[in-house]
């Protein structure tokens, strides 16, 4: 079975530019994490989804920050207008209910904002 | 919401030593609690996990982790690591009041010299 898929592996934009990051979870898995991880911070839990729904945004950073799950397979992180402060490593990660939370990482995006 | 403190920031140790790797999380109610490594440039896999029931768990790569309950810790050891032994190191906390959020602490940065 396939792990959690994130596209692009790495990205480099201006600031100003929009940056869309993208997950697939494993099938049949009903929660989906979107995380930032930085020196700084370490990992901060950005916003989770159940069946698709946003269930709790609270650690999306400011309003430049969007997360939307159109369906159950795919799901976008996006940043617009980009800032150098944005540069980080973006993990998605999936887990299934019944399952006590386990969840499963993707590779993750390194974002790096110029 | 759960909390999650990990002992040592950076631990240094030579090939066949024993480590040890402290734990403690602040939530008075039922737990599920984890442990998760990130090699170099690579996502975070899952070592170990524990539910229920014993509370000395086995994981891969030779590592076990013992809740205690009574002192809110669960320590991660392993008798004898190896040089591919280097990574970082998360303990994290859910509990099934908090939607299996998880809680991750800031990381223990493990380097074991040849």
């Known amino acids: 079975d396939a792990g959690v898929i994130q596209s692009p592996r790495h990205e480099v934009t201006e600031m100003g530019q929009e940056v869309t990051l993208r997950c697939k979870p494993i099938s049949g898995h009903d929660y989906l994490f979107w995380y930032r991880q930085t020196m700084m911070r370490g990992l901060e839990l950005l916003i989770y989804?159940?069946?698709?729904?946003?269930?709790?945004d609270s650690g999306m950073p400011e309003d430049r920050f969007s997360a939307k799950m159109p369906n159950a397979s795919f799901s976008t992180l996006k940043i617009q207008p980009s800032e150098p402060r944005d540069s980080a490593v973006y993990f998605c990660?999936?887990?299934?209910?019944?399952?006590?939370?386990?969840?499963?990482f993707g590779p993750g995006t390194r974002l790096t904002v110029t | 919401a759960q909390s999650v403190s990990q002992h040592n920031h950076h631990v240094i140790l030579s090939e066949a030593a024993s480590l040890e790797l402290g734990c403690n999380y602040s939530?008075?109610?039922?737990?599920?609690l984890f442990w998760y490594v990130q090699y170099p440039g690579q996502h975070l896999q899952l070592l170990l996990k524990y539910f229920s029931g014993d509370p000395l768990v086995k994981g891969i790569k030779g590592f076990e982790a013992e809740f205690i309950k009574s002192k809110f810790s669960f320590n991660l050891r392993k008798p004898s690591v190896q040089w591919s032994d280097t990574a970082e190191y998360f303990c994290?906390?859910?509990?099934?009041?908090?939607?299996?959020?998880?809680?991750f602490g800031a990381g223990t940065t493990v380097t074991v010299r040849a």
């Open positions: 939530y008075g109610g039922t737990v599920n």
């Open positions: 989804f159940n069946n698709n729904v946003p269930i709790d």
């Open positions: 994290a906390v859910n509990a099934p009041s908090n939607d299996y959020k998880l809680s």
């Open positions: 990660a999936s887990s299934r209910t019944g399952t006590h939370g386990e969840q499963y």
